[in-house]
């Protein structure tokens, strides 16, 4: 390239760090130097935006050594870069905006069960109850004349839970067993009655 080319003018070269200017108003803070304290230097946690100012050779020296968690134990280390993700901002966990869940459940009650506008000849859909259906009374189920006289047995109406049955066998064994009853072996016909009863009702899927 001629030197005098008109594109020679517009080429720029970083300066170098020496020829970089030495006039600065402040002095280097490293003891026993007195240039110029051209270069920043940050103070340390907790002093942010504050500086140190030192000549080229000691803020690198500086650099070298500086450790921002200096004076920290791990477990603060750790909460300090965890909450640096979101910028030392404080954050609410997912599902408690109140806004957001009032918002749910109006969406909630304007819908529309979709079970209620079809048809279901065959039940398959019948396991997806809805909560009113769940809460509503199962029919009471007709009783032959084997599981009447059975729950009859268990001195039972027939219209009780699995829970109560179970219940109510225990009861009577323990009432009924000879154990309970200092050995004495004139219940055991009314024992084996109810065991022969609850065993009846359970094959038939009362219990």
Not at 22 to 34: E, N
Not at 118 to 144: C, I, Q, V, W, Y
């Amino acid at each position: 390239m001629k030197l005098d080319s008109k594109l020679f003018d517009r080429i720029r070269i970083k300066p170098s760090v020496d020829a970089m200017p030495k006039d600065s108003p402040f002095r280097c803070g490293w003891a026993g130097c007195d240039l110029a304290g051209t270069h920043k230097a940050p103070m340390g946690r907790g002093r942010e935006g504050q500086y140190h100012h030192f000549c080229i050779d000691h803020v690198r020296l500086y650099n070298k050594s500086y450790n921002y968690f200096a004076g920290m134990g791990d477990e603060q280390i750790a909460a300090y870069q965890k909450d640096s993700i979101t910028g030392h901002r404080p954050t609410w966990a997912m599902g408690v905006n109140a806004a957001g869940e009032q918002r749910d459940n109006v969406r909630a009650h304007a819908a529309r069960d979709w079970r209620a506008d079809s048809e279901d000849p065959f039940g398959m859909f019948r396991g997806n109850r809805t909560a009113h259906e769940a809460a509503a009374p199962e029919p009471k189920r007709h009783l032959k004349t084997l599981e009447k006289k059975s729950f009859d047995t268990l001195e039972l109406e027939g219209s009780e839970s699995q829970t109560e049955i179970k219940a109510r066998y225990k009861s009577l064994v323990k009432l009924y067993h000879p154990d309970a009853n200092g050995g004495d072996r004139s219940s055991e016909d009314r024992l084996r009655e109810i065991i022969q009863a609850y065993n009846f009702l359970k094959a038939a899927g009362f219990c």
